[in-house]
């Protein structure tokens, strides 16, 4: 019933940019709560940063600083603005909604991207 389809990895050199979008369909009621995780080969999955829906962020320490996270509610879309960017920021990067369905408003789901790759290299 959802989709969320990302865009904007690819490769870049150290201290470089990328902008990731991540666009929500569906049958959604109403999007509480939309992030941005990452995993690197070998290593755990691990928040990014996240947005709700007023407003309210979260960064992981690494990224503090470096990173903006944004959302357009209106287009259900999230952004994250990633600015000097490190070689450990290489990961594949997946969007994530926390969200309630039209059919079935008592509850919340968890919806994933099928994720991009961020790729931090010279």
């Known amino acids: 019933q959802v989709q969320l389809v990302e865009s904007g990895g690819g490769l870049v050199q150290p201290g470089g940019s990328l902008r990731l979008s991540c666009a929500a369909s569906?049958?959604?009621?109403?999007?509480?709560?939309m992030g941005w995780y990452r995993q690197a080969p070998g290593k755990e999955r691990e928040l990014v940063a996240a947005?709700?829906?007023?407003?309210?962020?979260n960064y992981a320490d690494s990224v503090k600083g470096r990173f903006t996270i944004s959302r357009d509610n209106a287009k259900n879309t999230v952004y994250l603005q990633m600015n000097s960017l490190k070689p450990e920021d290489t990961a594949v990067y997946y969007c994530?909604?926390?969200?309630?369905?039209?059919?079935?408003?008592?509850?919340?789901?968890?919806?994933w991207g099928q994720g991009t790759q961020v790729t931090v290299s010279s």
């Open positions: 947005i709700t829906s007023g407003g309210s962020t």
């Open positions: 994530n909604a926390v969200l309630q369905l039209n059919r079935n408003r008592n509850r919340e789901y968890n919806y």
């Open positions: 569906g049958s959604i009621f109403s999007i509480n709560t």
